[in-house]
């Protein structure tokens, strides 16, 4: 459908700073073509008076004037020629986008129990036998059980536990069923974690 003079904001120009409306963009836009130096002089104080009444909360921070200048130059494309009562060329580092950060893709046998569970498989393999070693795999298998619950909608088995634990570890570490009692967790618990 297509209705003379009515203009969607998927067709308009993209905001630079959308926080502030296509209104001030508007002003700013006006203040770039204005003739004089003194008239973009006053209508970029104005603008930036608007711009702190809009988000006037932020008025106690020491850097807020800075900010709302450096917004002015984006806003401008640094094409508005005035004299700044602030150095806004730090400006332009806003405007870029950070590098991606890399992720670290690790092949994890067993998704459910993560890459940590992973890692402490392998301090285990290195301990020597004591009671470090023991309260080491304890924790870590109540981890894993809790983990075995979480993502198994509620059911997990003991002597699963105990056989990935020992595979992982290559047989250094082996459970006693008979010995060994897990944690208790409650219904209650294992649903506050899911959220």
Not at 29 to 43: G, I
Not at 76 to 105: C, H
Request: proline content about 5%.
């Amino acid at each position: 459908m297509d209705i003379q003079g009515l203009d969607y904001n998927t067709q308009r120009e993209r905001l630079v700073l959308p926080e502030y409306g296509r209104e001030i963009q508007k002003m700013v836009d006006h203040a770039v073509q204005l003739p004089t130096k003194a008239e973009r002089q006053r209508c970029a104080e104005t603008i930036v008076g608007i711009m702190e009444r809009m988000f006037a909360q932020n008025r106690e921070n020491p850097e807020y004037k800075q900010k709302l200048w450096d917004h002015l130059a984006l806003m401008s494309n640094f094409q508005l020629d005035i004299d700044w009562p602030y150095d806004v060329s730090g400006a332009r580092q806003i405007a870029t986008k950070p590098e991606p950060l890399g992720y670290p893709m690790t092949k994890i046998p067993v998704r459910h129990y993560g890459n940590l569970i992973f890692e402490v498989f392998e301090k285990l393999k290195t301990m020597p036998a004591g009671p470090e070693r023991d309260e080491l795999a304890r924790v870590t298998a109540n981890q894993m059980k809790q983990s075995l619950l979480q993502w198994s909608h509620g059911s997990s088995d003991d002597e699963k536990v105990v056989s990935d634990m020992a595979r992982f570890t290559d047989g250094k570490i082996q459970l006693d069923l008979d010995t060994f009692r897990f944690e208790k967790v409650s219904e209650k618990e294992l649903r506050r974690r899911k959220k």
